[in-house]
């Protein structure tokens, strides 16, 4: 039996239609095992009228950068901003994702564009009572020249069995950082006891920063 052969003059415009593709088109075909190139293409409906893109114009979501900075050291009184004894976490067990913030006097300068999740907590004592101490995130649409407060916390001390006691703060903020050059931050304590000390340390995080990049700008 003879069996009809398809020749391009027979297979004219608009004549392969949804109909005579078969289901497995797609899962039939060899997988792609790791993630597509930036030049790889695929096909979408553009309002009815198919089009091709490269995968660099879809890609997206996923935590890109998620970086954390602590004081290192303790340091007694206010700080605007706290500018000494800054590292980036480095204990054993402690990770990254991505470019890492960096820090000149204070001022942070974040690696790529995109929104940020700021998170800041601070660790105080004193051997006294305080009535508040007040920890603040601060941003700069103009490389520093100035500085507006973005998010602010504050708490105190009330002294229990005469020595030294502690408490903790947490203020958070999202940031759109849409300039690495111009788009800043920074962190700021106000204790109303000049004696207040902010626990700083080394080896573990007790006085840090931690910055999330959840998306595009």
Request: glycine share 6%.
């Amino acid at each position: 039996m003879a069996i009809d052969k398809i020749t391009t003059p027979a297979v004219t415009d608009d004549s392969v239609t949804a109909a005579k593709i078969n289901n497995d088109i797609i899962s039939g075909t060899t997988a792609l095992t790791s993630e597509p190139a930036d030049t790889d293409e695929f096909l979408v409906s553009d309002a009815g009228t198919l089009k091709r893109i490269d995968y660099s114009l879809i890609k997206g979501g996923g935590i890109t950068v998620a970086d954390q900075w602590r004081v290192s050291a303790d340091f007694t009184g206010a700080a605007s901003p706290i500018s000494s004894n800054l590292e980036r976490v480095d204990t054993s067990g402690q990770g990254t994702i991505g470019s890492a913030m960096t820090v000149s006097s204070g001022v942070f300068t974040f690696p790529a564009t995109g929104i940020y999740k700021i998170e800041f907590i601070s660790q105080f004592t004193i051997n006294d009572n305080t009535r508040y101490y007040i920890n603040y995130i601060e941003s700069s649409r103009n490389n520093g020249s100035s500085w507006t407060q973005i998010s602010e916390n504050a708490s105190y001390i009330q002294q229990t069995d005469s020595n030294f006691t502690p408490q903790s703060l947490y203020t958070c903020s999202l940031f759109d950082c849409a300039d690495t050059s111009n788009h800043k931050v920074r962190f700021r304590v106000l204790p109303v006891n000049t004696n207040t000390t902010t626990y700083g340390n080394t080896a573990h995080n007790e006085t840090f920063f931690t910055f999330i990049r959840l998306g595009d700008t």
